[in-house]
């Protein structure tokens, strides 16, 4: 695999530290860990005051550095990995139910955040917090299974009412991560996965790809959501929290994409860096080689 062109050109891509995760994610599923290890020692030389990894251009995020954790504690960088988790755990910023907020900014509770941390929290043996979390974010994002992008703790109100294909693919694909790293967690955890996944692909177009914004038949067409639920599929299926009646789905959503490769570049995904239009992006390009190792 370490020749394959997705990953090669994942590989020579500029990343923020989200993405940096992502794609150590994608490599240790993959068995290239020592890869992994490279990309978590450079996020560890770049690592904020406060324990972020990865903070790179006066980075306004909070959680996104959460990602890196997994490769970070494999790769035996344990002051940066403790760091990591003590900023997640007891210094980020949170509401007062301790749901934590998505920037340093201000206090917004983003559906991304489920993938940056829920995993990492199941990782470092706090499954009560990666729970938590889940069920904070459902409680102001979630509609029918589907997740808005973004909540304004100050007002009560959604600040990105669209649901945003990409988030409700982070949500599902996060759990499903969560899952794999401690398996108890499917009691609390897969049911609500499975939700969210039943929601999107009731969305489906007939191309067999999403929309940008699921319910929105005039949203530009975006592939990474159909990766990020192969992902998730696949893994559930593996583990036991989801049907193999899913595998036929997952194999379906793989085709769909397929011809959207071009030359080891994924297209039609929701593009960096702004991610609200079509593009290429370094996490549509992990989650490609996630599915792939999933199955």
Do not use: K
Not at 20 to 29: E, F, N, P, S
Not at 56 to 73: K, T
């Amino acid at each position: 695999m370490r020749d394959h062109p997705v990953l090669l050109t994942l590989l020579a891509m500029q990343r923020q530290n989200w993405e940096q995760g992502v794609a150590t994610h994608a490599l240790l599923d993959l068995g290239l860990g020592d890869l992994a290890a490279r990309l978590a020692r450079d996020a560890a030389v770049h690592r904020s005051a406060d324990g972020r990894l990865g903070t790179i251009g006066g980075d306004a995020g909070s959680v996104n550095s959460g990602a890196l954790y997994e490769a970070a504690v494999l790769a035996d960088l344990t002051d940066a990995a403790s760091a990591q988790l003590d900023w997640i755990v007891t210094a980020a910023p949170r509401a007062a139910d301790g749901t934590l907020f998505h920037l340093l900014s201000g206090p917004e509770v983003w559906a991304d955040t489920v993938y940056m941390v829920v995993p990492m929290l199941a990782f470092a043996g706090r499954p009560d917090l990666a729970v938590a979390q889940v069920e904070g974010h459902r409680a102001r994002l979630c509609t029918g299974g589907l997740y808005a992008a973004r909540h304004d703790e100050a007002t009560g109100t959604l600040a990105g009412p669209e649901h945003w294909g990409t988030g409700s693919g982070w949500v599902a694909a996060g759990i499903a991560r969560a899952i794999r790293h401690d398996p108890a967690l499917a009691g609390p955890l897969a049911g609500h996965a499975r939700e969210v996944l039943d929601a999107c692909l009731a969305c489906r177009r007939a191309d067999g790809l999403f929309g940008n914004v699921l319910d929105d038949p005039g949203s530009f067409r975006e592939a990474n959501v159909a990766q990020m639920l192969e992902y998730t599929i696949r893994v559930g299926v593996a583990d036991g929290w989801l049907p193999a009646a899913y595998l036929g789905t997952a194999a379906s959503l793989r085709e769909a994409v397929a011809p959207l490769v071009d030359d080891g570049w994924v297209t039609s995904v929701c593009g960096a860096p702004t991610f609200d239009r079509p593009g290429v992006s370094a996490e549509a390009q992990a989650f490609h080689l996630l599915a792939l190792a999933a199955g």
